[in-house]
């Protein structure tokens, strides 16, 4: 089945540094969605992008996917201290609302 | 709006016990989510619900697991009985028709002894 499978990365970076994370996925998608969690909470939706979009822009947020290459990449820009999280992909195959989650990535944002 | 209501938010219990998970979803969502997360496997999609009535049940592991839907606003996940392996934090998620964007509630995080 399909699966949104981040780059397993740990990052820590700097207040008001740029974090960029990645996502591969095996399958044609109707949709990919990044989700936020922070440490012991439910997770949050922050973006969605379609199959047929290159790009998507949401405040410090910005994503892009590339159906030839089935990957995907949400960059986080001027990080804070709030920013520190896992961030999960997420593949929508079908439009069937029946969401694929990768393993997550974690990123620590040192004030 | 409150949110997505889980409770218990923690559980322990003894290997053999039956468990009773408890989610409210959003007013006015029609669909409902359950999800186990695990480190070893991530989040899983356990099964969904559209208008109380369950869409796609294939993520459920085995027999031991059931979910109900009885009504718009209430939504039980039960195990019976409980297993070491099944110890992970589940959540419950709504998402209104039209939309994307699922709502998590935030989980309830299962001990089974």
């Known amino acids: 089945s399909q699966q949104g499978e981040e780059d397993p990365q740990a990052l820590s970076i700097q207040e008001g540094e740029n974090a960029t994370m990645n996502c591969s996925y095996k399958?044609?998608?109707?949709?990919l969605q990044w989700y936020r969690q922070n440490s012991g909470r439910g997770l949050v939706h922050l973006i969605l992008?379609?199959?047929?979009?290159r790009e998507k822009h949401s405040g410090r947020l910005r994503v892009t996917l590339d159906t030839s290459k089935k990957s995907s990449s949400l960059l986080i820009t001027a990080s804070r201290a709030a920013d520190t999280a896992s961030y999960f992909c997420?593949?929508?195959?079908?439009?069937?609302?029946?969401?694929?989650f990768g393993k997550g990535n974690q990123v620590v944002v040192i004030p | 709006d409150a949110g997505v209501i889980q409770s218990p938010r923690h559980e322990v219990t003894e290997m053999g016990q039956e468990v009773t998970l408890r989610c409210k979803p959003i007013?006015?969502?029609?669909?409902l989510f359950w999800y186990r997360q695990t480190m070893m496997r991530g989040l899983e999609l356990l099964i969904y619900?559209?208008?109380?009535?369950?869409?796609?049940d294939s993520g459920m592991p085995e027999d031991r697991f059931s979910a109900k839907m009885p009504n718009a606003s209430f939504s039980t996940l039960k195990i019976q009985p409980s297993e070491p392996r099944d110890s992970a934090v589940y959540f419950c998620?709504?998402?209104?028709?039209?939309?994307?964007?699922?709502?998590f509630g935030p989980g309830t995080r299962l001990t089974v002894l």
């Open positions: 997420a593949t929508d195959a079908n439009g069937n609302n029946r969401l694929a």
């Open positions: 399958t044609s998608i109707n949709n």
């Open positions: 992008i379609r199959s047929n979009e």
């Open positions: 007013s006015g969502h029609d669909y």
């Open positions: 619900f559209n208008n109380n009535v369950p869409i796609d």
């Open positions: 998620a709504s998402m209104p028709s039209g939309y994307n964007e699922q709502f």
